[in-house]
């Protein structure tokens, strides 16, 4: 009897061990992975692996121009053009016969003199307001001052100061530089008439009690998304001399100088305007591949690809060009809101190194490169020996000591007020731009065919290029093996999630968790919902804890009988990934750069899964996987829809409006502009790339990243784009709800069981 019992007793065991592992086989996983082993936190080694990934791109494109050939001038000429777009040079510049002299009621007609020279304040419009309908005036003027001696011109020169130095400074009104830096009195004092143009400060205020921005930045925003920079602006206001110069006094020789950012514009000036005939930069030569580090608004999108200072430089060959390595102005900046910066001298090997180039590239021109020596010679002296091979003269003109200078009013209210001015004009500037904008991307897409979806989708692939390579920036690398590893680390009665790493790159991994129903059968394929966390976001936010943002809605999904996957996307650490940015822009690229091929990786890698149903995989991001929902998919069309939450908007005016108050102009995402994206893609051209696929559009009322007129607005271009010419109504819709910056989960849940055609959770014919 006992032994019956055990036997009973043995055979339940195995019956129990067999229902045991029947279930676990039962549970669906990953298939062909090997296990995920990693320790440590992924979210910050995938941020790490891209800055290592980044700055060796960076070190790539260096050593491409190591040992350059010489220029011909068909190469200068590509390479003169490729600068004046990545400065935004792009605008016309207003005409004027000569210059203004600005005099209040009351004051004298010169700021200062002596028996060598009058100094007046001067004004000359620089470039008119874009708009057709404009009034024909210039939007931007440009003030500063002109020296001119009283005895015979030989030359004329544009002095640039660096950011936070005044036009008075440089010419000896006030204490603030020692006699020996007051170059644009040294010249003048050489029979030089000089043009000291005013230059933007880096001073910071809190913009709208928010983002802590110097002036620089704060105009640099604006300008990028546009297609413009600050230095672009403040170039176009020295050719506009130039252009006068040349013209009313032809035959005059024509010269520029400056001092760190004037030393950078210097260079730049005369790199794009063979009218200037001899250029010298101080205080900025040297290698720019650290130029990332540097305050934004040095930021050149694609810069890097063709040109550092040797390159720049060589474009001002055969001319004259004398290079002043001088301590440079070295600054630091935390963020607060701002992007962190710091500005420093490079090396003297890094220069001497950087002026081999040079003479590499100049060829048969290279002795017309001069590079200084300021250990052995004065300023002043280095001023003369500029200011002499500018008149074409080996005279010695004898270095007297300069005249004291009679001031005849009160500038240093008049130099905090023409830079308040300046600012004032930019800025309104950028904002006819702005006005501007939907008209100049109509006209680019305008090639566009709609007569029939065939046609649609055959004409859309090259907007689809221009996105990609010009917009977003794409590696030229080719993708790695997945080499997939995953591990189960969750578990509900309803899903199991598994972690899941794919490498893309060198040093470069995509990084998900994989949620699964436990109902799915074998042999059964279902349709996949990529779900994006947002800013600082993890994938545990879109299936743990009930986010308030978020609400578990890859959970959810899956609950309702999807597989959903949850990218960990790279805009997390704060810094750490703003960075990112600031490192791929100079290289014409950006964040989502990394972040399409990740997905591409993951798209492809979900493909191989048994139990996903290839043509049916979606994307549903919310608030910075909103924007993602906006890029990846029109660059990645594996994705068979996108749902964009929380995010769309007027996309081009939330970046470069300084009228509203949601405006990111006064936020802390300094890496959120994007290049030229006013003349080239908002949010409707996007969607256009997305089109005929379903897009979907969810916006809370009181969602704070925008307002609902703005958001109508340009929604209702992508709706005109697939009903009214498409014939496609039904792939797209906008669902508003009573609510803030949050998933709503209803019109949207509806809108990926209808287009992945997937039943209701409540329909009986659901598998289960």
């Known amino acids: 009897m006992r032994l019956g019992l055990h036997f009973q007793c043995f055979f339940l065991l195995c019956a129990c061990s067999f229902q045991v592992n029947s279930f676990a086989q039962s549970v669906p996983a990953p298939v062909g992975t090997q296990p995920l082993q990693h320790e440590g936190d992924l979210a ?3 941020v790490d692996g891209l800055d290592r990934f980044l700055l060796n791109q960076i070190r790539q494109v260096s050593e491409q121009r190591l040992n350059p050939r010489p220029l011909t001038a068909e190469s200068a000429a590509k390479l003169r ?3 004046r777009e990545a400065l935004g040079i792009r605008d016309e510049r207003a005409e004027f016969a000569s210059p203004e002299v600005v005099i209040a009621f009351g004051e004298q007609g010169v700021v200062a003199e002596n028996e060598r020279l009058d100094i007046a304040a001067i004004r000359w419009p620089v470039l008119n307001d874009p708009s057709p309908q404009g009034s024909g005036l ?51 004092e050489l029979g030089c008439a000089v043009v000291i143009p005013t230059t933007i400060s880096r001073d910071r205020e809190k913009r709208l009690n928010r983002a802590d921005l110097t002036h620089r930045e704060y105009l640099h925003r604006t300008a990028f998304e546009l297609g413009r920079t600050l230095a672009g602006y403040e170039i176009q206001g020295i050719l506009g001399i130039v252009d006068w110069v040349t013209r009313e006094f032809p035959g005059l020789p024509c010269g520029i100088t400056g001092y760190g950012e004037g030393g950078l514009e210097s260079l730049y000036a005369a790199a794009v305007d063979e009218r200037i005939d001899a250029a010298m930069v101080s205080g900025f030569f040297g290698p720019r591949e650290g130029s990332w580090q540097e305050p934004i608004d040095r930021n050149f999108f694609g810069l890097l690809n063709f040109a550092g200072a040797a390159e720049a430089a060589a474009l001002v060959m055969p001319r004259k060009l004398f290079i002043n390595p001088q301590t440079g102005p070295e600054v630091s900046f935390a963020g607060n809101g701002g992007a962190p910066a710091v500005l420093k001298s490079p090396a003297a090997d890094a220069v001497q190194s950087e002026f081999q180039r040079l003479q590499q590239l100049a060829g048969a021109n290279s002795s017309s490169a001069i590079l200084l020596d300021p250990a052995q010679q004065s300023a002043s002296e280095i001023v003369r020996v500029f200011g002499r091979a500018l008149m074409a003269t080996d005279e010695a003109v004898p270095i007297q000591p ?34 501007e904008s939907s008209f100049v991307r109509k006209e680019f897409m305008k090639e566009l065919k709609t007569d029939s979806v065939e046609a649609y989708e055959q004409s859309v ?38 972690e899941v790493v794919l490498d893309v790159f060198e040093d470069v991994f995509a990084y998900g968790v994989l949620l699964l129903p436990k109902d799915l059968k074998p042999g059964e394929q279902r349709p996949v919902v990529v779900c994006q966390h947002g800013l600082e976001g993890r994938p545990t936010d879109c299936f743990l804890h009930d986010h308030q943002a978020y609400h578990d809605f890859a959970a959810k999904l899956c609950e309702r009988g999807f597989i959903t996957f949850c990218p960990q996307n790279p805009y997390i650490f704060t810094d750490r990934f703003r960075t990112l940015q600031r490192k791929a822009q100079p290289l014409g690229k950006t964040l989502f750069s990394l972040i399409v091929p990740q997905h591409q990786q993951i798209v492809n890698w979900l493909k191989t899964q048994p139990f996903v149903d290839q043509s049916r995989i979606a994307f549903y991001g919310l608030s910075y996987g909103g924007k993602s929902a906006m890029r990846i998919p029109a660059l990645v069309t594996d994705y068979c829809l996108s749902i964009c939450s929380a995010d769309f908007n007027e996309w081009v005016l ?10 990111y102009v006064w936020t802390g995402e300094y890496e959120i502009f994007e290049w030229d994206l006013g003349s080239t893609f908002n949010y409707a051209e996007m969607a256009a790339l997305i089109c005929p696929r379903p897009f979907m559009v969810e916006r809370g009322h009181f969602d704070g990243v925008g307002e609902d007129d703005w958001v109508a607005y340009e929604y209702a271009k992508v709706r005109h784009l697939y009903a009214a010419r498409l014939g496609l109504g039904e792939k797209t819709e906008i669902e508003w709800f009573v609510g803030p910056h949050t998933i709503n989960g209803q019109g949207t849940y509806d809108f990926l069981h209808r287009h992945l055609n997937w039943p209701n959770q409540e329909d009986e014919s659901r598998p289960r």
């Open 44 to 46: 910050s080694d995938m």
């Open 81 to 83: 053009e490729q600068l």
């Open 138 to 188: 210039p939007s931007i003027q440009m003030e500063g001052l002109l020296l001119k001696p009283r005895g015979m011109i030989r030359a004329a020169v544009i002095v640039v100061p660096d950011a936070g130095q005044t036009p008075e400074d440089l010419s000896g009104i006030g204490d603030n530089l020692p006699e020996d830096q007051q170059t644009a009195r040294h010249l003048a």
């Open 402 to 435: 300069l005249l004291k200078l009679q001031v005849n009013r009160n500038t240093e209210e008049s130099a905090k007020h023409r830079e308040q001015q300046l600012i004032r004009q930019i800025d309104r500037h950028t904002q006819s731009l702005l006005r």
């Open 461 to 498: 692939e090259d907007y689809r290029t221009i996105f990609r390579k010009s917009v977003i920036g794409e590696f030229s690398e080719e993708l790695l093996p997945a080499a997939a590893r995953s591990r189960k680390s969750w578990e509900t009665t309803a899903w199991t999630g598994h």
């Open 654 to 663: 939330k970046n470069a409006t300084t009228r509203h108050g949601f405006s």
